[in-house]
């Protein structure tokens, strides 16, 4: 499944919108729990998420997805409309809309990345914020920490939003190491911790993943929170389709940048 999930960082590009960005500890690396706690493998921990999304035969099946629901920043009453393009291998498309504010976008095709936002225009995404992006645009992200990551071990067992948790800490081999929280008893992603790099600096953000639902025989979260040191929103999505041929030029970076993408 590529991450619902994804959707929480690559809409970070909108958090500028009602806050200007605050410093931070990006977040910390765990250490090994004791030798004597029964941890389980990398391999356990990943191979029950596969199980409880639905199966890798029924993972296998999926070439795209698309998400739309409602954006909502709840302590400044704001809101507005979100939609998540996603197509294998590694293309992604997000789009913010909020009244009086404008539309933000944020896309990569696959080489290129782009963003688009009112104040800036057309601004393309390069550095390490390209080498994240790239990561985390690939289709089946979560189920493919060995691969992308060149290290990823499981560090501790904890309680996340009630739930008991195994935690993952995945490292790049070019920035910092990030955390995944498993449910122990469902399998299914709860949270994930990361340092996201844009152009005011480094970020530490916190996403979680909630109101699981089945779509095609695969468990997709419906809810969507994120977290920084400046601002807290959420997405809820009410529509998610699998499967939908989408157009490559919605990814593609627009040809005029002083034009606002169509």
């Given at each position: 499944?590529?991450?619902?999930?994804?959707?929480?960082?690559?809409?970070?590009?909108i958090?500028?919108?009602?806050?200007?960005?605050?410093?931070?500890?990006?977040?910390?690396?765990?250490?090994?729990?004791?030798?004597?706690?029964?941890?389980?493998?990398?391999?356990?921990?990943?191979?029950?998420?596969?199980?409880?999304?639905?199966?890798?035969?029924a993972?296998?099946?999926l070439?795209?997805?698309?998400?739309?629901?409602?954006?909502?920043?709840?302590?400044?009453?704001?809101?507005?409309?979100?939609?998540?393009?996603?197509?294998?291998?590694?293309?992604?498309?997000?789009?913010?809309?909020?009244?009086?504010?404008?539309?933000?976008?944020?896309?990569?095709?696959?080489?290129?990345?782009?963003?688009?936002?009112?104040?800036?225009?057309?601004?393309?995404?390069?550095?390490?914020?390209?080498?994240?992006?790239?990561?985390?645009?690939?289709?089946?992200?979560?189920?493919?920490?060995?691969?992308?990551?060149?290290?990823?071990?499981?560090?501790?067992?904890?309680?996340e939003?009630?739930?008991?948790?195994?935690?993952?800490?995945?490292?790049?081999?070019?920035?910092?190491?990030?955390?995944?929280?498993?449910?122990?008893?469902?399998?299914?992603?709860?949270?994930?911790?990361?340092?996201?790099?844009?152009?005011?600096?480094?970020?530490?953000?916190?996403?979680?993943?909630?109101?699981?639902?089945?779509?095609?025989?695969?468990?997709?979260?419906?809810?969507?929170?994120?977290?920084?040191?400046?601002?807290?929103w959420?997405?809820?999505?009410?529509?998610?389709?699998?499967?939908?041929?989408?157009?490559?030029?919605?990814?593609?970076?627009?040809?005029?940048?002083?034009?606002?993408?169509?």
């Open positions: 499944m590529n991450r619902p999930s994804t959707a929480g960082i690559l809409l970070l590009s958090a500028a919108v009602a806050s200007a960005q605050s410093p931070a500890s990006p977040p910390q690396a765990k250490n090994p729990a004791s030798p004597d706690a029964p941890l389980p493998t990398v391999e356990q921990v990943l191979a029950h998420y596969t199980r409880a999304l639905g199966g890798e035969q993972l296998k099946k070439n795209s997805r698309v998400m739309k629901g409602t954006f909502v920043i709840p302590a400044q009453d704001l809101s507005g409309t979100a939609e998540l393009d996603m197509q294998a291998p590694d293309h992604f498309y997000s789009f913010v809309s909020i009244p009086d504010n404008g539309e933000h976008i944020l896309a990569f095709d696959g080489k290129q990345a782009w963003s688009f936002d009112p104040g800036s225009g057309v601004r393309e995404v390069t550095g390490r914020e390209l080498i994240e992006l790239r990561r985390s645009s690939q289709f089946l992200y979560e189920s493919r920490l060995r691969a992308l990551f060149s290290e990823v071990r499981v560090v501790e067992k904890t309680m939003d009630d739930h008991p948790a195994w935690v993952l800490q995945a490292t790049p081999a070019d920035g910092p190491p990030e955390l995944f929280y498993f449910d122990a008893q469902t399998g299914l992603l709860l949270r994930h911790d990361s340092t996201q790099s844009t152009p005011e600096g480094d970020i530490p953000i916190e996403h979680r993943y909630s109101n699981y639902i089945a779509v095609d025989g695969v468990q997709v979260p419906t809810l969507l929170r994120h977290r920084d040191p400046a601002i807290e959420q997405v809820k999505f009410s529509e998610i389709r699998h499967n939908v041929a989408i157009d490559p030029a919605k990814f593609a970076k627009p040809a005029v940048p002083s034009a606002a993408p169509q």
